[in-house]
């Protein structure tokens, strides 16, 4: 069930020129919450405001505003944080927030009590009051309790937390030289902070190498800087659709998502593998957790975040010693030993043991076959009972069982992609470049690269952009995601049968966010 984490009270007269839209399977407001003139925002859902019934929640019957004007959503990173709305304006004739304009095809975080209008000449059409849960508006303990800086440089940090990390907790702050200024009178854009205890000792790897990159789907940084109690603080964009992680823990599981916007994900992100490969780059951390959507949508531009334990490999031999990442996401060579007491020595990682092996950049490629395999079936394809040891025993023989209910409906051009990139045998595994080759990218270049342009690079929003790609032959999953009502947290391991010959699999497609070593 997914559940209000906000509310848009209606002003003045703004009840008359508003009626529900005819889209009743996704469609929660209801007449009585019209009557009682107050919208619910929930989570998992998208709330459009405009003209179009088609393809609006709520119409505004108005000829001064747009088929679709704003879109509303609501991003809860798990169930321990404070929900956070955002509005996203598309219409013609602009929206204002407490009377300054917004951009258009910009995300804005909803603070309490923010007005959202819509006017015409002739002054406000309609207007709408935000209101946040009761402890969202109290919580000013944050900076105390972290012991972070509230201001740094021109970067003015707020309370809200978008996300935590195992290393870094990250909060939305606001670019204080950037004032709604005078001529554009523009409202000025959301940014987050990621801010890390640092050791005395440590140098901010992350930041130097973010700095170093200029791509679109890379998290764009702009400063850095250490205070005196080593906290490293890398301003950067915000990604204001929440992680894939959150996208898709709909239910109490993982939900597939439909194979073309599966493919406009993994095109996105092997467009970043191979700029940061080229330039001697390895993430070596790739989970659905560190990759960022737009907004939780299809066809959103998403950007890969986190290089906490990127490696430049400009200065080295080029290839990599150390066992890092994510278990579950992490390529056989990398090194995890079921058994712990294997390593040569272990602190926050261990040492491969043997000089000669090691492993390169090909690491990244297995850890986006784990998450395309996820985002097409729900499975994580290593995952068994949960346990560490477990996981890695799975990935060091790398079976995959296609023949599980969750790959029918999928192409085969998908799955041989899959089975490339979760090579166990590196030399037979695709490189970025291969894998952009691959005939299931490749038939649908075209219109990829169209959308690439249009949408993600451009940022316009025709609504059907995917429409005219024809990958599975049909996608049960597509029913999943628009029809069900949905609540979601970062789950907590369990197993389930799935093979109908009673064959334990526990692939499982429910489980915690996973803590990188
Ligand atoms: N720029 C951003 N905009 C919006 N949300 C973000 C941004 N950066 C990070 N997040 C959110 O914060 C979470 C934690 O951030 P991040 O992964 O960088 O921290 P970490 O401590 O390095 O995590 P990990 O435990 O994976 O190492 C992410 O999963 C994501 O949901």
Redesign the pocket.
């Known amino acids: 069930m997914s559940t209000v984490q906000g509310k848009l009270k209606l002003l003045d007269q703004t009840r008359n020129f508003l009626a529900l839209s005819k889209l009743k399977s996704c469609n929660y407001v209801t007449e009585d919450d019209l009557q009682n003139s107050y919208i619910p925002i929930k989570t998992h859902n998208m709330l459009k405001f405009g003209r179009n019934g088609n393809e609006v929640n709520v119409i505004i019957n108005h000829p001064a505003i747009s088929g679709v004007h704003f879109a509303m959503w609501c991003i809860l990173?798990d169930e321990d944080s404070f929900p956070m709305c955002y509005i996203k304006d598309i219409s013609l004739n602009g929206s204002k927030i407490n009377g300054i304009q917004l951009q258009k095809d910009t995300s804005y975080l909803l603070r309490h009590n923010d007005i959202i209008t819509i006017d015409d000449m002739t002054g406000s059409i309609c207007a709408f009051q935000f209101i946040e849960p009761i402890e969202v508006k109290t919580d000013d303990t944050i900076f105390q309790k972290l012991n972070i800086n509230q201001q740094v440089n021109k970067w003015c940090i707020s309370n809200r937390i978008?996300?935590?990390?195992?290393?870094?907790h990250?909060l939305i702050c606001k670019d204080e030289t950037k004032k709604p200024n005078q001529t554009r009178k523009l409202k000025s854009k959301d940014y987050?902070v990621?801010i890390i205890k640092m050791k005395a000792d440590r140098i901010n790897k992350e930041g130097r190498i973010l700095l170093l990159l200029n791509h679109p789907n890379i998290?764009k940084v702009y400063y850095t800087s250490m205070d005196l109690n080593n906290n490293l603080y890398i301003f950067?964009?915000?990604?204001t659709g929440?992680?894939l992680f959150s996208y898709l823990a709909k239910t109490d599981c993982l939900t597939a998502i439909p194979e073309t916007e599966a493919l406009l994900i993994v095109y996105q992100i092997l467009l970043a593998l191979k700029y940061l490969h080229s330039r001697g780059i390895v993430h070596r951390?790739l989970k659905l957790?560190?990759i960022?959507l737009e907004s939780p949508e299809p066809c959103t531009r998403i950007t890969i975040?986190?290089f906490?334990i990127a490696k430049n490999l400009t200065s080295t031999n080029g290839r990599m010693h150390t066992v890092v990442g994510t278990p579950e996401y992490c390529a056989p060579e990398v090194g995890f030993k079921a058994n712990r007491e294997m390593y040569h020595h272990f602190s926050r990682a261990a040492t491969l043991k043997d000089p000669d092996k090691g492993y390169n950049n090909k690491c990244d490629l297995w850890s986006l076959g784990v998450i395309t395999h996820i985002m097409l079936t729900g499975v994580s394809p290593f995952y068994r009972d949960g346990t560490e040891k477990s996981i890695i025993e799975s990935a060091m023989r790398g079976n995959i069982n296609y023949n599980i209910r969750h790959w029918e409906k999928i192409s085969s051009s998908a799955k041989d992609f899959v089975d490339h990139l979760l090579k166990v045998d590196v030399r037979k595994r695709f490189d970025s470049k291969k894998s952009l080759d691959h005939l299931w990218l490749k038939k649908h270049r075209t219109q990829l690269d169209e959308i690439y342009i249009k949408r993600i690079l451009q940022g316009n929003s025709p609504n059907d952009s995917l429409s005219g790609m024809k990958t599975a032959k049909n996608s049960a999953d597509h029913e999943n995601r628009v029809s069900s009502e949905h609540n979601w947290k970062r789950k907590k391991p369990k197993t389930m049968v799935i093979s109908s010959k009673k064959v334990k699999l526990n692939t499982l497609t429910s489980y915690a966010k996973k803590?990188?070593i």
């Open positions: 990173f978008v996300g935590n990390g195992t290393f870094g990250v987050a990621k998290i950067q964009d915000l990604a929440g992680d951390d957790d560190n960022l975040a986190d906490g803590q990188p």
